[in-house]
């Protein structure tokens, strides 16, 4: 195929918002930051660009990476082409592609907005969209039609089958707004009860004891709620990791892959801010917030420590010491599409390898802080089994019996999480986003020999 011409030459204005859009799309997909940074970054200063325009920008950029194969298909196809598969390598290095891929993806609703800033090109986007609605998509490609690379489409329906077209589907739409309910500020049953006197269309979690579900993009700052740290953002997958955990009051527990510090907080929470709860991570950058969010949620047992690997020697002294490890390892993200799409082009067979061993190498470093009789679990927002099971089970063998795998609905039960049995395959907690509508999780409990 020719490549498309038009190149973002121009420096980026209000006046040129498709130019600027075709460039963001372009640096997304150099991954050096995501999208909502870049998104940020671009806006920042003093801007022509109306807030208006930066919202439609941003759901266009997101519409074209959930659906990239699409466009790449549909913009071969109005040139009478045939898409050459899409690297995107090539979104790199030819600005064209973006600039066309960022025309047919841009969204309809977020079109007035374009026209208020550039009224030309909204028409032309109009009428390009136009064209490439009486396009035929019989015969696509599958890639084109459930918005994923063949790799992964491969991989997935190794593991759900037919499932996988409601599976992509459901990568596709956007993630609701779940909230955890700080047990150390509030009850559930309150809390639901004050945003819905808010007018919030606010309902319980199906399965988190503590989780609230709202529609995507409620706005949390002006609520009282939010304001006195009675509420926390979390996916309702990720409460469930923290629930299998079952920390408790006056116990030492570590979260191996801190980050900032989001299962620290629902693990702190069940602690009822009693006993000593580490935070580590490799990337000191992450820890910075954790000590406002701790102070917002009224924690005050949280100890951030930045490693310089995993096998850092100030954890020698709590070596065989901890009651629960939680590592919440560094992964593909591939369960959270629905919030970060660009990551299913970000990855591929190599990263995924390449993560695995990192995973092993983490899992048998944080296991060794676990003391006899202790908890060790393992998770990732990964959908994938050579992050999952993979791993849990290579684990499992290479500790000959000193660490015995822990069946996660008892653990889940214990921990008054509702209706366990849904959650879980083969012993470990499994989530997926067409099954329980939350990300996609994977974790597995382990008990250390005493
Ligand atoms: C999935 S994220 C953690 C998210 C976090 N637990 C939360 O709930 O918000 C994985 C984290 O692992 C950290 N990490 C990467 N390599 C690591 C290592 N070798 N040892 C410890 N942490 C590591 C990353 O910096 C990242 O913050």
């Given at each position: 195929?020719?490549?498309?011409?038009?190149?973002?030459?121009?420096?980026?204005?209000?006046?040129?918002p498709?130019?600027l859009?075709?460039?963001?799309?372009?640096?997304?997909?150099?991954?050096?930051?995501?999208?909502?940074?870049?998104?940020?970054?671009?806006?920042?200063?003093?801007?022509?660009?109306?807030?208006?325009?930066?919202?439609?920008?941003g759901?266009?950029?997101?519409?074209?990476?959930?659906?990239?194969?699409?466009?790449?298909?549909?913009?071969?196809?109005?040139?009478?082409?045939a898409?050459?598969?899409?690297?995107?390598?090539?979104?790199?290095?030819?600005?064209?592609?973006?600039?066309?891929?960022?025309?047919?993806?841009?969204?309809?609703?977020?079109?007035?907005?374009?026209?208020?800033?550039d009224?030309?090109?909204?028409?032309e986007?109009?009428?390009?969209?136009?064209?490439?609605?009486?396009?035929?998509?019989?015969?696509?490609?599958?890639?084109?039609?459930?918005?994923?690379?063949d790799?992964?489409?491969?991989?997935l329906?190794?593991?759900?089958?037919?499932?996988?077209?409601?599976?992509?589907?459901?990568?596709?739409?956007?993630?609701p707004?779940?909230?955890?309910?700080n047990?150390?500020?509030?009850?559930?049953?309150?809390?639901?009860?004050?945003?819905?006197?808010?007018?919030?269309?606010?309902?319980?979690?199906?399965?988190?004891?503590?989780?609230?579900?709202?529609?995507?993009?409620?706005?949390?700052?002006?609520?009282?709620?939010?304001?006195?740290?009675?509420?926390?953002?979390?996916?309702?997958?990720s409460?469930?990791?923290?629930?299998?955990?079952?920390a408790?009051?006056?116990?030492?527990v570590?979260?191996?892959?801190?980050?900032?510090?989001?299962?620290?907080?629902?693990?702190?929470?069940?602690?009822?801010?009693?006993?000593?709860?580490?935070?580590?991570?490799?990337?000191?950058?992450?820890?910075?917030?954790?000590p406002?969010?701790?102070?917002?949620a009224?924690?005050?047992?949280?100890?951030?420590?930045?490693?310089?690997?995993?096998?850092d020697?100030?954890?020698?002294?709590?070596?065989?010491?901890?009651?629960?490890?939680?590592?919440?390892?560094?992964?593909?993200?591939?369960?959270?599409?629905?919030?970060?799409?660009?990551?299913?082009?970000?990855?591929?067979p190599?990263?995924?390898?390449?993560?695995?061993?990192?995973?092993?190498?983490?899992?048998?470093?944080?296991?060794?802080?676990?003391?006899?009789?202790?908890?060790?679990?393992y998770?990732?927002?990964?959908?994938?089994?050579e992050?999952?099971?993979?791993?849990?089970?290579a684990?499992?063998?290479?500790?000959r019996?000193?660490?015995?795998?822990?069946?996660?609905?008892?653990?889940?039960?214990?921990?008054?999480?509702?209706?366990?049995?849904?959650?879980?395959?083969?012993g470990?907690l499994?989530?997926?986003?067409?099954?329980?509508?939350?990300?996609?999780?994977?974790?597995a409990?382990?008990?250390?020999r005493?």
């Amino acid at each position: 195929m020719t490549r498309p011409t038009r190149a973002p030459a121009r420096r980026p204005t209000a006046a040129a918002p498709l130019t600027l859009a075709a460039r963001l799309l372009q640096e997304t997909l150099r991954f050096q930051q995501p999208p909502d940074a870049l998104l940020a970054e671009a806006f920042r200063g003093p801007q022509r660009v109306g807030a208006r325009l930066r919202h439609a920008m941003g759901d266009a950029l997101y519409a074209a990476l959930r659906d990239l194969p699409r466009w790449h298909w549909l913009a071969a196809a109005l040139q009478g082409q045939a898409a050459a598969p899409l690297d995107v390598a090539r979104y790199r290095t030819q600005p064209g592609w973006c600039d066309a891929v960022m025309r047919l993806a841009w969204p309809a609703a977020a079109l007035p907005a374009l026209a208020d800033a550039d009224a030309a090109a909204a028409a032309e986007v109009e009428a390009l969209q136009a064209r490439a609605a009486g396009v035929p998509l019989a015969d696509t490609p599958e890639a084109v039609r459930l918005g994923l690379p063949d790799w992964l489409i491969d991989r997935l329906r190794d593991q759900v089958g037919a499932e996988v077209e409601a599976l992509a589907a459901a990568l596709r739409q956007p993630a609701p707004l779940d909230l955890r309910v700080n047990a150390l500020r509030a009850k559930r049953s309150a809390v639901l009860a004050e945003l819905q006197a808010a007018g919030l269309p606010a309902a319980a979690t199906p399965h988190a004891p503590w989780g609230i579900r709202l529609p995507a993009r409620v706005p949390l700052q002006g609520l009282e709620a939010y304001a006195r740290g009675a509420i926390e953002v979390q996916d309702e997958g990720s409460q469930l990791i923290a629930a299998l955990v079952g920390a408790r009051r006056g116990e030492t527990v570590a979260d191996f892959c801190a980050g900032a510090g989001g299962k620290t907080l629902a693990l702190g929470a069940d602690m009822r801010d009693s006993g000593r709860l580490y935070a580590l991570d490799t990337v000191a950058r992450r820890l910075q917030a954790l000590p406002a969010r701790a102070q917002r949620a009224g924690l005050t047992q949280v100890h951030p420590m930045a490693l310089a690997h995993e096998r850092d020697e100030r954890l020698q002294r709590l070596a065989g010491k901890i009651d629960r490890v939680l590592v919440d390892a560094p992964c593909t993200g591939l369960g959270t599409l629905r919030r970060h799409p660009q990551l299913m082009w970000r990855h591929h067979p190599d990263s995924v390898a390449e993560l695995a061993a990192l995973q092993q190498r983490i899992l048998a470093a944080a296991a060794a802080l676990v003391r006899p009789g202790g908890r060790l679990v393992y998770a990732t927002c990964s959908l994938l089994v050579e992050e999952n099971e993979h791993v849990a089970q290579a684990f499992t063998a290479a500790m000959r019996g000193d660490f015995v795998p822990l069946d996660a609905p008892t653990l889940l039960a214990e921990a008054r999480v509702t209706a366990p049995q849904a959650l879980v395959t083969d012993g470990y907690l499994r989530l997926w986003p067409h099954r329980h509508g939350t990300d996609g999780f994977f974790a597995a409990a382990w008990q250390r020999r005493a």
